[in-house]
């Protein structure tokens, strides 16, 4: 190696300071408005775009078998004209206040989301509430965001990652549950949603009773309820019906197993193993869990890329983590590997997923949850980012002190705590997805005897 | 609404620019710099380059083992990255307080003394690494390589722009360790760096600190400070076509914009979002609402310092419509906007649209940090982030009527079109 220029003598590595104790903030105003609505408020210094999201419970598996897919459309529409603007007119409205909407479901709610500077907050709120009680689902709005989900629907077919979670769950997941299938609808039955299923959806599952608001944004010299009071206070629903109880999927009887989709001359094989994970609500509690997603798959020194990418080169990258659903939830590793690699990282990914393998040390231990205690502050600086996770606590009826509780959970997490949380949720075989050209690897799949293959078509 | 965050501007002796901007809401600091290297400085036949040697910066260095900047990092709790784009490459970390120091002494290891640990072995890897990078994000990815043809199409061969930052393969695997040296002793340096310090920290204590690990950097890059002469706009129009397995036909118009930094520049990009970038745009009401024969448009400016910028239109052509058709109704509205210029209704929006964009980019210290350190190291601006807002409002509705005459004209436009190779496939989504 030749000598560098200017060769500067080496300056000692420092020691690092210990980090000050943290909380996330508990609400500066927390109350129900007389609509039932409950409210959750953040006054958040310096943070000139409020963050305002609704959460109405509902859940995907409510959706008549015929019609799935219906919530989701019924989301996209919510902005798109209501009984007091025209859709152009209501999109011009937001834009013009510098307003931004979005709206979808999950599992377990319906969720809006507006960011707005804090001085249109008052407009952004009474729009808010006209989406909310008073959508039109005008005819051509319905049927064009209903054509717009079957392009999208060819768009994911055409996505490798899209595509693999597609089979993974219709793999995973018995074939009736509503878990098993596209939360947004599949092609055949969204073609059959009409404007009458969106408003009679809507007029059953959505309403201020059980939903909740979370604020969050500079709020010093607002009169928040007084302003609430005025816009979403006034939103009624009297046929809305709470939702049934979530109850967790259950497993494919068949689900370990693999399944190759077929793409003759793809470059890269996605990979997609998972398992039914926990959500937060586990009696043992959620700390190990975004622990042990992190040492397995979170990083490029993860056992995962530390073989996979920093070793072998094969991938750019491979993920693991806990994805928790109102009721149940999936681990998942995904992330794809070079073509005519991919039968050798399936059988490197069995081996280090396997949990009769899989015992962290304590340096692991420390690493993970020093970062997962230690990146807490940062990660929730924002009014976003403080609403987003206040939105999802309520969203799985959690205590709003339960993001403090689980780090301090985090920091007293031992190395066997980590074993046997994963012990208790990884199995000796997995559900696995391979998007990509199969005649490349299929035989050599079925030689690692990780589960019965099968391959399909794109 | 005026903006003040603190700016305290300075260079040490070596060349090194820091800008530390406090913010002592919460416990932590964004370390973030800016080298002024990207894929525009690439010599020919060495393109990918700088993009690879983003990835070799986190293979260790003098006194730092490959892969320990990221495990050291992530164990205090930092968030940590870095990118590569046409005009820089940033490296950035957000860490606990405690962490800054630890910080500060792995960037500066690397950003110092990188050459003493890279081998062949981790030049080899890391190659791996891209061409898996560029197989996931270019090659496996339906319409992947279409901003690769609008690059090679809109800029003339041999201009910095002509390329993009993901290189050549064929060239990635020419380079050796030679090249490497070769391009860390140009590139990497303080006096072509700019270091940001956005967070819990005191401006006299965050100077000292850096002095400590960073004013022992003696190297210098001697950065060429040339720009290219502003390109004017395409004489067209221009239309690439790719047939592609691609789910719906795509077209992408590109324009040539003004270079990043002038009102012109800023006029152009809210010319773009009137006629396309908002859902109440005449074209995006008329062609996606009402006609239907897209089911999205959308518009969006890219910023480049050497001699042009780019804007982008992308439209998805509704199925049983003709993208032929729908490019010519596009055009229409172009020439229309050009004519006519911006109702009142469409500037407000825009700017309403600018304000809580900027806002928003601002909200998080990670953020802030990096277009601090854009504005100083690309246009000598650290106090940007709190005049950009003015300036863009003070934009009027006649500076964004004579960009459109001048750069979104239907003539300038570059049209590469994904149109799928089975155009009457059924869609068989079982």
Redesign the interface.
């Known amino acids: 190696?030749?000598a560098?220029?200017?060769?500067?003598?080496?300056?000692p590595?420092?020691?690092?300071?210990?980090?000050?104790p943290?909380a996330f903030p508990l609400p500066s105003n927390d109350g129900h408005l007389d609509n039932g609505l409950r409210v959750a408020a953040y006054d958040v210094?310096?943070?000139?775009?409020i963050s305002v999201s609704i959460v109405v419970p509902l859940l995907l598996s409510d959706e008549p078998r015929d019609v799935e897919g219906v919530a989701s459309l019924m989301s996209q529409l919510l902005d798109e004209g209501t009984e007091r603007h025209d859709?152009?007119k209501f999109?011009?409205l937001?834009?013009?206040?510098?307003?931004?909407l979005s709206a979808g479901v999950n599992d377990g709610a319906l969720m809006v989301d507006v960011?707005?500077?804090v001085?249109?907050l008052e407009t952004a709120l009474a729009l808010l509430a006209d989406a909310l009680a008073i959508p039109a689902f005008p005819d051509d709005e319905v049927?064009?965001l209903r054509?717009?989900r079957?392009?999208e629907?060819?768009?994911e077919?055409?996505?490798?990652p899209h595509r693999a979670a597609r089979e993974l769950i219709a793999t995973l997941w018995a074939p009736y549950e509503r878990a098993s299938r596209p939360t947004a609808g599949?092609?055949?039955i969204v073609a059959q949603i009409t404007r009458a299923h969106v408003a009679e959806f809507h007029a059953e599952r959505v309403g201020p009773i059980g939903g909740s608001l979370v604020v969050a944004g500079t709020l010093s010299g607002i009169d928040l309820f007084a302003m609430l009071d005025r816009t979403l206070g006034r939103w009624h629903a009297p046929r809305h019906a709470q939702p049934s109880p979530p109850a967790a999927p259950d497993l494919a009887v068949d689900a370990a197993r693999v399944v190759l989709v077929d793409r003759p001359g793809?470059?890269?094989s996605?990979l997609a193993i998972g398992w039914r994970g926990p959500d937060r609500r586990v009696a043992t509690g959620w700390a190990p869990y975004p622990v042990i997603g992190f040492l397995l798959g979170g990083?490029?020194?993860a056992r995962i890329d530390?073989v996979l990418?920093?070793?072998?080169?094969?991938?750019?990258g491979i993920r693991t983590g806990f994805r928790p659903r109102r009721a149940g939830g999936l681990l998942l590793t995904s992330g794809?590997?070079?073509a005519d690699a991919t039968a050798e990282s399936l059988e490197i990914l069995a081996e280090i997923l396997d949990p009769a393998n899989v015992s962290f040390s304590d340096d692991e231990l420390?690493?993970g949850v020093?970062?997962i205690?230690?990146?807490?502050?940062?990660?929730f600086?924002?009014?976003?980012?403080i609403g987003d996770e206040a939105a999802s606590l309520l969203m799985d009826r959690l205590p709003l002190d339960f993001t403090t509780r689980t780090r301090e959970a985090t920091l007293a997490l031992t190395t066997s705590d980590l074993d046997v949380a994963y012990s208790a949720i990884a199995p000796p075989h997995w559900c696995v997805v391979v998007v990509g050209d199969a005649s490349l690897y299929a035989d050599r799949v079925r030689e690692l005897g990780i589960g019965d293959v099968s391959v399909v078509a794109n | 609404m005026p903006l003040d965050y603190p700016i305290h501007d300075h260079t040490l002796a070596n060349g090194l620019r820091v800008v530390v901007s406090p913010d002592h809401t919460v416990p932590v600091v964004t370390v973030n710099l800016w080298v002024g290297v990207g894929s525009r400085h690439e010599a020919p036949g060495r393109t990918g380059f700088a993009h690879l040697f983003e990835h070799l910066m986190f293979q260790g260095s003098r006194s730092v083992a490959g892969g320990e900047h990221f495990a050291a990092l992530m164990a205090q709790g930092g968030r940590l990255n870095a990118t590569t784009w046409f005009d820089r490459t940033n490296y950035f970390e957000t860490v606990p307080i405690g962490a800054l120091e630890l910080a500060l002494w792995l960037e500066a290891d690397r950003h110092g003394h990188l050459l003493a640990a890279v081998t062949q072995e981790n030049l080899d890897n890391q190659r791996d690494v891209v061409k898996e990078e560029k197989r996931q994000r270019y090659d496996n990815q339906p319409y992947g390589n279409a901003l690769v043809d609008v690059y090679a199409a809109t800029f003339p061969d041999g201009h910095p722009y002509h390329h993009p930052t993901i290189g050549s393969m064929a060239d990635l695997d020419a380079a050796g360790l030679d090249d490497v040296h070769a391009f860390y002793r140009r590139h990497y340096a303080p006096d072509n760096t700019v270091l940001t310090l956005v967070g819990d920290v005191d401006v006299d204590s965050a100077l000292d600190l850096v002095e400590r690990y960073f004013g022992g950097l003696d190297h210098r890059a001697r950065p060429d400070g040339k720009r290219s002469a502003q390109l004017p706009p395409v004489e067209g129009p221009v239309r690439v076509d790719r047939f592609d397995d691609v789910p719906n036909d795509r077209l992408h118009l590109a324009f040539r914009l003004p270079a990043e930094g002038s009102d012109d520049y800023l006029a152009a990009s809210l010319a773009l979002d009137c006629v396309a970038g908002l859902t109440s745009s005449a074209m995006v009401t008329r062609l996606v609402r009402r006609e239907q024969v897209a089911t999205s448009i959308g518009a969006h400016a890219m910023g480049f310092v050497d001699g042009s910028s780019l804007g982008l239109v992308v439209a998805d052509i509704a199925a049983g419509h003709d993208a032929d058709r729908v490019e010519e109704e596009i055009a229409a509205e172009l020439t229309r906007f050009a004519e006519s210029g911006p109702a009142p209704e469409l500037v407000e929006a825009v700017r309403a649209q600018a304000e809580r964009g900027w806002l928003s980019a601002l909200a998080s210290g990670e953020e802030r940090a990096d277009l601090i350190s854009q504005y100083t190291l690309l246009h000598d601006d650290p106090q940007y982030i709190n005049t950009a807002l003015d300036r863009i409002l003070a934009i009027d509705a006649s500076q964004v009527h004579r960009a459109a005459r001048e750069w979104l004209r239907p003539q300038h436009r570059v049209c590469v079109a994904y149109l799928s190779r089975d155009a009457d496939a059924e869609g068989a989504a079982a």
């Open positions: 190696m030749t560098q220029p200017g060769s500067t003598p080496v300056v590595r420092p020691a690092v300071g210990a980090a000050p943290w210094p310096g943070q000139y775009v859709s152009e999109a011009a937001l834009e013009r206040h510098g307003i931004a960011d707005v500077p001085r249109h049927r064009r054509s717009a079957l392009a629907i060819e768009q077919r055409a996505s490798a599949a092609a055949s793809s470059v890269q996605e990083s490029p020194g530390a990418r920093e070793e072998k080169g094969y991938t750019y794809s590997v070079r420390r690493s020093d970062f205690a230690g990146t807490a502050p940062g990660r600086a924002t009014a976003g980012a």
